[in-house]
């Protein structure tokens, strides 16, 4: 008897652990797009896009307010301190004629976009869909009828992009009981419970209910939202996405005080770059400019070499990219990022396999200036070497050991060229002379065997 019951312990055993592993691999799966994706678009569009930074002939920054001080466009309401009903009357005006997804899509996928993530909500409140919980909604501006995620997401879906929704879980403007800014009165706990039944979570529940999304975008930062998103609340919102979508992922902005242990992958602050590795998949959320959503007078466009070399520098520390663009009140995206987003396309084109499905690669010293990727491959691997600033001399250093390097050749045009051994433990390969009118950066690929 005594057997029989120990085997039925180990049978039992031998079960939850297949289990775990089932699910821990999945766990994986998930993820894997994710980690091989390295570039990103992020869109903010909203009612604050119609504005574009200036209300009634102030314009952001405008420090003569006590909180003037931001770029950030989609912060208009509160910057520049403007009436709820004065802001609200912005759904009679949300009328983007020339709003088509197809186009939008487009873009990313030839910028060499794998993925699309759109502000279902931002913090004014307002959705870009026709929610069932709330009125302040698509459905109250001239185009009721149309639906607006839903035509992206198919296009996402044509195009073979992933697609996600920001949604601000903890600031919200409109409802009464919604987080708002420092420097207002603090909401209650118990207060913005009601917030947090009433629109956060149940808006939350139908977007992934409607769209079945990939991935989900919370936002916040610092420690200003630890007072109400709790670690109950974190896990409360964490668990109803888990039970509604197998495949949606989390990022770490839910709490980014203390995301735990559950999120996917962790949201960098704005612009922000580590300069370690990180334990888990990342990204680094980025502006084009200063703002995020529209402001017709930010013309401080970052060129699309120095993007490149943020989103390169991310991929070999093991992070992405999401870039993100603010289209204009009419749904047609700002031509300076457009022509941003192709000359990045036309680089990744003849470059992509450099950054996609990379891997960082440790412990190889080379020039200042140069960051690596790897692809592991039979027999060895293939290592990438990204020259993001002028060599001394136009040369190379690696430290490789020479008789492990297969062949060297320039990714874009796969020019071969030259190994020499340094006479130490490494190899020097001299470039090619360079035009001095491209700026583009050249990419080195090696095979090296084990
Ligand atoms: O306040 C927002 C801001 O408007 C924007 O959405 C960014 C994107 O990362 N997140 C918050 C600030 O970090």
Not at 17 to 29: C, T
Not at 102 to 118: L, S
Request: charged share 25%; net charge neutral.
């Amino acid at each position: 008897m005594k057997r029989f019951f120990s085997m039925i312990l180990v049978l039992l055993g031998l079960y939850y652990s297949v289990i775990a592993q089932e699910v821990s691999r999945k766990e994986v799966e998930k993820i894997n797009w994710f980690k091989e994706a390295r570039f990103g678009m992020f869109v903010h569009w909203g009612l604050y896009s119609i504005l574009g930074g200036t209300y009634n002939g102030r314009t952001m920054p405008d420090t003569a307010l006590a909180n003037g001080k931001s770029w950030y466009a989609e912060w208009i309401q509160q910057r520049l301190e403007i009436p709820n009903n004065e802001y609200q009357a912005l759904v009679e005006k949300f009328n983007p004629s020339r709003f088509n997804a197809d186009e939008w899509i487009k873009e990313a996928k030839n910028a060499g976009m794998k993925y699309f993530v759109i502000t279902a909500k931002h913090h004014d409140g307002f959705a870009l869909w026709d929610s069932n919980v709330s009125n302040y909604d698509i459905a109250a501006t001239p185009l009721r009828g149309r639906d607006i995620l839903g035509e992206l997401v198919d296009a996402c879906k044509k195009y073979g992009l992933k697609y996600g929704f920001y949604y601000s879980h903890w600031q919200d403007w409109e409802h009464p009981n919604g987080a708002i800014p420092y420097w207002k009165p603090a909401r209650k706990s118990r207060d913005f419970e009601k917030y947090w039944k009433e629109k956060s979570l149940p808006q939350v529940q139908e977007l992934i209910e409607r769209y079945d999304p990939d991935l989900l975008w919370f936002d916040t930062w610092d420690e200003e939202a630890k007072e109400l998103i709790t670690p109950a609340r974190r896990d409360e919102l964490i668990h109803l996405v888990r039970k509604l979508s197998s495949k949606c992922l989390i990022n770490g902005r839910i709490a980014m005080h203390d995301p735990g242990n559950e999120i996917d992958f962790l949201e960098m602050m704005d612009n922000a770059y580590p300069k370690q590795l990180l334990d888990k998949p990342w990204q680094t959320p980025a502006t084009m400019n200063h703002t995020w959503a529209w402001h017709s007078k930010d013309f401080n466009w970052k060129s699309s070499g120095q993007m490149l070399r943020y989103l390169v520098s991310n991929a070999s520390k093991g992070g992405n990219y999401l870039l993100n663009i603010g289209p204009k009140p009419d749904g047609t995206l700002p031509l300076p990022a457009i022509r941003r987003l192709r000359e990045m396309g036309a680089w990744m084109l003849t470059h992509g396999e450099a950054v996609y499905a990379t891997q960082p690669l440790r412990d190889v010293p080379t020039n200042k200036g140069v960051v690596l990727t790897h692809k592991r491959i039979e027999g060895g691997q293939i290592i990438y070497a990204h020259i993001l600033d002028e060599l001394p001399d136009n040369t190379l250093k690696l430290a490789i050991a020479k008789d492990k390097i297969q062949n060297c050749q320039l990714v874009e045009t796969g020019e071969m060229r030259n190994v020499k051994s340094d006479g130490n433990k490494g190899v020097t390969i001299s470039l090619p002379e360079k035009d001095p009118y491209d700026n583009a950066i050249r990419v080195l690929k090696l095979y090296v065997k084990e």
